[in-house]
């Protein structure tokens, strides 16, 4: 079945130290997208990409990295420049052309510690 | 820059009782605007889009919503609730992906519980 797949599902980590989300798709998208959730404040876009090797920031930037070497990958790595790492990170989908919506992975909760 | 107002945080529905979830949303031209549902520690599912032509648009699990040009609206409505409705509900709005920018906003979400 085609999808977004997000690994770890849980991840804990300790201040200062870096850590890298794995975001995969199947479905054959060109645009992917990196969102942050926390209580209260929706989904707040960190990164996104439309193209390989092209990708552009988002509201939330700062003290995070992404790469996408492959269509089918798009990596976000937390630093240790951000201030307050700990949430809930979603990784999204989307087709291009038309009138299409995103789909979602089921997220990693990233604990740092 | 566009953006998206879910004025309810809260809302509690009893069982079989009829539901709407407000959106508002701020955009320079037609919207792409969207309704998805969150279940704790999940992902998003997509309930349901417009992107044009009939302003009432049908969606899974019985939902609906309906276009409202002149009061920038999107809200989410169900006849009758059931108990495992009880989610955070997200509206959203996009823009038709082009090469110069594909954003989606979302508003800040609707924490959905449903009463026995």
């Known amino acids: 079945d085609g999808g977004i797949t997000q690994s770890p599902k849980y991840l804990f980590r300790k201040e200062g130290q870096n850590v890298t989300l794995s975001c995969e798709q199947n479905l054959n998208h060109d645009a992917m997208y990196w969102y942050r959730q926390d209580p209260g404040q929706g989904l707040r876009l960190i990164y996104y990409?439309?193209?390989?090797?092209?990708?552009q920031k988002g509201d939330i930037a700062e003290g995070y990295s992404v790469s996408r070497e492959k269509k089918e990958s798009f990596p976000l790595t937390v630093t240790s420049a951000q201030k307050n790492p700990t949430a809930f990170y979603l990784c999204?989908?989307?087709?291009?052309?038309?009138?299409?919506?995103?789909?979602f992975g089921q997220g990693t909760r990233l604990t740092v510690v | 820059a566009q953006s998206v107002t879910q004025p309810d945080i809260h809302i509690t529905v009893s069982e079989g009782a009829s539901l709407e979830l407000r959106c508002n949303y701020s955009y320079g031209a037609t919207p792409y605007l969207f309704w998805y549902v969150q279940s704790p520690g999940q992902g998003l599912q997509l309930l349901l889009k417009y992107f044009s032509g009939d302003t009432l648009v049908q969606g899974i699990k019985g939902f609906e919503a309906e276009f409202k040009r002149s009061q920038s609206s999107f809200n989410l409505r169900k006849p009758s609730v059931h108990w495992s409705d009880a989610a955070e509900y997200f509206c959203a709005v996009g823009a038709p992906f082009t090469g110069g920018g594909n954003k989606l906003t979302f508003g800040t979400g609707t924490q959905l519980k449903v009463e026995l």
């Open positions: 999204a989908s989307r087709r291009t052309g038309g009138n299409t919506e995103a789909f």
């Open positions: 990409s439309q193209i390989v090797n092209d990708f």
